[in-house]
Nanobody, 115 residues
Framework: QVRLVESGGDLVQPGGSLRLSCVVSQTIFSFNRMGWYRQAPGKQRELVATISGGNTNYADSVKGRFTIFEDYTKNTVDLQMNSLKPEDTAIYYC??????????WGQGTQVTVSS
């Protein structure tokens, strides 16, 4: 059974930084694409960033502030978040696109941006 375990969420002030980490229980070569999504209270889950073979894609709202990394040796996918804003407050979820097997999700990690 594939497991994704996120960590790194915290309370941070506006303008601050956080790094989220997603540990995958098997080689990330298994998956078509890895990504981070988020869901704020009362809103739908939305894409934050994805990475596939080094190619990255970002939501317009985070471009220039967030960076997604993948490490094949550690089977991790990290999200470096800088210049955080209150509107970045959400539960952040790690995602693995496993093709015909479907999407795999982690349990989420809470990010709160507030003074």
């Amino acid at each position: 059974q594939v497991r994704l375990v996120e960590s790194g969420g915290d309370l941070v002030q506006p303008g601050g930084s956080l790094r989220l980490s997603c540990v995958v229980s098997q080689t990330i070569f298994s998956f078509n694409r890895m990504g981070w999504y988020r869901q704020a209270p009362g809103k739908q889950r939305e894409l934050v960033a994805t990475i596939s073979g080094g190619n990255t894609n970002y939501a317009d709202s985070v471009k220039g502030r967030f960076t997604i990394f993948e490490d094949y040796t550690k089977n991790t996918v990290d999200l470096q978040m800088n210049s955080l804003k209150p509107e970045d407050t959400a539960i952040y979820y790690c995602n693995a696109d496993w093709g015909s097997y479907g999407d795999i999700w982690g349990q989420g990690t809470q990010v709160t941006v507030s003074s």
